[in-house]
């Protein structure tokens, strides 16, 4: 059975950065994409990065170059680096586990977001 925890969220001033960690408990993390979606009050869940185990990323427009995801392949984490944040970034931020052989997804509880001054 595969858990995700999540951390590394708070109030943060426009800006300012964070870095969002989650921790993948459970067999074979380099089978598994690995990404971060987040949902705003009254939103849907969108997604905002994923890596491949080879590394390989995909960053949503709404971040891009403000954003980036990273993984530690031997620590079982994976990491999204956030900076230049905005109160539009303001977001519970949830990890996210596919694994490429069998399908199976799993997510984490979420970390909560609030950008403001």
């Known amino acids: 059975q595969v858990q995700l925890v999540e951390s590394g969220g708070g109030l943060v001033q426009p800006g300012g950065s964070l870095r969002l960690s989650c921790v993948f408990s459970?067999?074979?993390?380099?089978?598994?994409?690995m990404g971060w979606y987040r949902q705003a009050p009254g939103k849907q869940r969108e997604l905002v990065a994923r890596i491949t185990p080879g590394s390989s990323s995909d960053i949503a427009d709404s971040v891009t170059g403000r954003f980036t995801i990273s993984r530690d392949n031997y620590g079982s984490t994976v990491y999204l680096h956030m900076n230049s944040l905005s109160p539009e970034d303001t977001a519970v931020y949830y990890c996210?586990?596919?694994?490429?052989?069998?399908?199976?997804?799993?997510w984490g509880q979420g970390t909560q977001v609030t950008v403001q001054g």
């Open positions: 459970g067999n074979f993390f380099a089978y598994y994409v």
């Open positions: 996210n586990a596919n694994n490429l052989r069998d399908g199976s997804g799993y």
